[in-house]
Nanobody, 117 residues
Framework: QLQASGGGLVQAGGSLRLSCAAS????????MAWFRQAPGKERELVAQ???????HHADSVKGRFTISRENAKNTVYLQMNSVKVEDTAVYYC?????????????WGQGTLVTVSS
């Protein structure tokens, strides 16, 4: 199970940190990611972090958002800095195995981030 938290209302230019706590003993073996879905738009990948700690960030958030993980706490984070109005969305954490061809099969419930101008 994945439990996302940390969403809320923030002013443009501000910061927010999302957390996603996972249950189970094999968290460290999973690739973790944050997705988001804005009203009327398709879900998009924001950032992902492999089991080895390698990260990838979407161009739209590169330099502003940072994904990280703390395996001892079974938690993945998304630090959001210099947020923009267009970052408003429901943010979901997701997990997948590292095998080639694996899909993001495990999803959290989503946490709403609203950025005001």
């Amino acid at each position: 199970q994945l439990q996302a938290s940390g969403g809320g209302l923030v002013q443009a230019g501000g910061s927010l940190r999302l957390s996603c706590a996972a249950s189970g003993r094999t968290f460290s073996r999973y690739r973790m990611a944050w997705f988001r879905q804005a009203p009327g738009k398709e879900r998009e990948l924001v950032a992902q972090i492999t089991s080895g700690g390698s990260t990838h960030h979407a161009d739209s958030v590169k330099g502003r958002f940072t994904i990280s993980r703390e395996n001892a706490k079974n938690t993945v984070y998304l630090q959001m800095n210099s947020v923009k109005v267009e970052d408003t969305a429901v943010y979901y954490c997701a997990a997948r195995l590292e095998q080639i061809g694996a899909q993001y099969d495990y999803w959290g419930q989503g946490t709403l981030v609203t950025v005001s101008s």
